[in-house]
């Protein structure tokens, strides 16, 4: 009853709406895997969610930095491992609380708790505190130059609103929990969440409230999302007209699209990489026909398993050209990423499987690929074509493709050991990636290192990039993890994924790199 009451309140408050103002329908491939802002590092959770929370910093459709819900940010004078955040001041949550000082703290906290999916993002932080209601602390365990571009997917949550709602603690998704805030939500976002049925259709309505109408163009004044999985149905939806913006244009039907009157493609690089992982750290594994022995454990069966890959065919077939293929899995606008690493990939058939007879698998073995069908540019196709190049030299491949909602859980909970994942990186920093997928998987770190690789002398290495400041040691170090990860061979890079978002001719806005439209930038005409 109390949230039905929240609900009517906060929607009566929010049906003023500029004369200009339209309603925008939407749709992608995947819903959102929950409501809760810390539970899952999700390109599309995080995309809903930057529609009805706000973090401190946000970037722009072009990568920028812009103030959010800080409105400037520096080391505090005298003491390099205190940054100060001003907050902004006449901010409201959706029920017409304010936002302080408090929220941001507990938000902070709330996010480096063990269910967390963000977790990884705050590890230098070890204390947030209040100056005053609209000042805040951030203490490190030494100076962190990059802490504010680990905050743009930090999103704050009203302290008073969860702990009333008993949503103190982050929802556990990889154990299948469902909490209050995995359903509900109170943000200072632009947006207000009207109604949800998830997989099916999210209504949001413009927050007449919000601090930022004078500075955003605010012109849509409804949000109806629907996910379309099916890319013929979705495609269907632009054409028709049923809908009006998709993320994901298939890459055979970019030329009809874009072909047709009053409808146009707007493309460009992603920050994303696509890849396959491997378990390379357990003795024996489930998913192959190799008793007691792990035959992904042996960097030449890796090795084997990378050069059989086609990725120019891949990129030529089944990405039609929208693709570039990659030799490491850091896009190339990310701090460390270099041409010489990101070349390395070659194709050579022969030299696999002559790798693949020194390592003693002449005869091949069979293996599971876990792979999502939901998520990705052509993600079930990509697998499907590795599945044929992999049996060239005798890798057996049975595919498993599921909605990322039963695959994600598959690499959190080491369930899987060949598998496909995309990564992107909002920090644009390496650090980033070998916090997420190359540390020890524990506690703080390594949350989706589905590979059981594990070094120390690889993990102190990663630790030292969030405190030192000398930035030509600093790039030096992660050179020198990145070549372990590539001597290691830790994963197959496939390529870095190209943008292509459809939309109506009345839709104005410019394609993200992190392929997350924030609907306040958005021009309707």
């Not at 030329?255 to 009157?261: I, K, L």
Request: aromatic content about 8%; proline content about 5%.
């Amino acid at each position: 009853m109390k949230t039905k009451l929240i609900l009517a309140a906060t929607l009566l408050a929010t049906t003023a709406v500029a004369a200009s103002a339209e309603t925008l329908r939407w749709a992608r491939a995947g819903d959102s895997l929950t409501l809760d802002p810390h539970a899952q590092n999700e390109g599309p959770t995080h995309t809903l969610a930057h529609q009805i929370y706000e973090p401190l910093i946000i970037r722009d459709h072009s990568g920028a930095f812009q103030a959010a819900l800080a409105t400037d940010w520096a080391p505090k004078e005298g003491d390099p491992n205190v940054w100060v955040f001003n907050l902004r001041q006449g901010v409201t949550y959706h029920d017409g609380s304010a936002f302080t000082s408090e929220d941001v703290i507990f938000s902070i906290n709330r996010a480096k708790s063990e269910n967390s999916a963000m977790k990884e993002l705050l590890t230098s932080i070890v204390e947030v505190r209040a100056v005053d209601d609209h000042t805040v602390e951030f203490v490190t365990d030494g100076p962190n130059p990059i802490l504010p571009a680990n905050m743009t997917n930090l999103f704050m949550m009203d302290k008073d609103w969860t702990e009333a709602n008993g949503a103190q603690a982050v929802q556990d998704i990889a154990g299948g929990e469902t909490t209050f805030a995995s359903s509900n939500t109170n943000g200072t976002g632009a947006y207000v969440l009207v109604s949800r049925e998830p997989d099916v259709k999210t209504v949001l309505s413009a927050n007449d409230s919000y601090w930022g109408k004078d500075e955003f163009p605010l012109a849509v004044s409804e949000i109806v999302y629907t996910p379309i999985q099916n890319a013929a149905t979705r495609v269907a939806a632009l054409l028709s007209g049923e809908v009006d913006f998709i993320q994901d244009v298939p890459v055979q039907d970019l030329g009809r699209v874009a072909e047709t009157d009053g409808l146009v493609v707007k493309t460009a690089p992603q920050n994303r990489v696509i890849f396959f992982g491997m378990n390379q750290g357990a003795d024996d594994i489930a998913n192959d026909n190799v008793d007691g022995a792990n035959p992904l454990s042996d960097v030449r069966v890796r090795k084997a398993m990378s050069m059989a890959m086609n990725r120019d065919a891949i990129k030529k077939v089944v990405m039609r050209e929208q693709s570039a293929p990659a030799g490491m899995i850091a896009p190339p606008f990310v701090n460390g990423w270099n041409t010489a690493m990101d070349s390395s990939s070659s194709t050579d058939v022969e030299a696999a499987k002559g790798m693949m007879v020194d390592a003693g698998y002449g005869d091949g073995f069979s293996i599971q690929l876990d792979c999502p069908n939901d998520r990705y540019v052509n993600d079930e196709a990509i697998c499907q074509a590795a599945v044929g190049m992999l049996a060239q030299i005798g890798v057996t491949v049975n595919l498993n493709a599921q909605p990322k909602a039963q695959h994600f859980p598959l690499i959190q909970n080491s369930e899987t050991d060949f598998y496909m994942l995309g990564w992107g990186v909002p920090t644009y920093d390496s650090e980033y990636i070998f916090n997420f997928l190359v540390h020890t998987r524990g506690a703080e770190r390594g949350s989706w290192n589905g590979t059981g690789f594990s070094d120390t002398d690889t993990d102190a290495k990663i630790q030292t990039l969030a405190s030192e400041t000398d930035l030509d040691a600093r790039n030096a170090t992660i050179n020198d993890i990145w070549t372990v990860v590539q001597d290691q061979q830790l994963y197959i890079p496939i390529h870095h994924q190209v943008l292509n978002w459809g939309m109506t001719t009345s839709v104005g806005t410019e394609v993200s790199p992190e392929d997350d439209p924030k609907f306040k930038f958005f021009t309707m005409n």
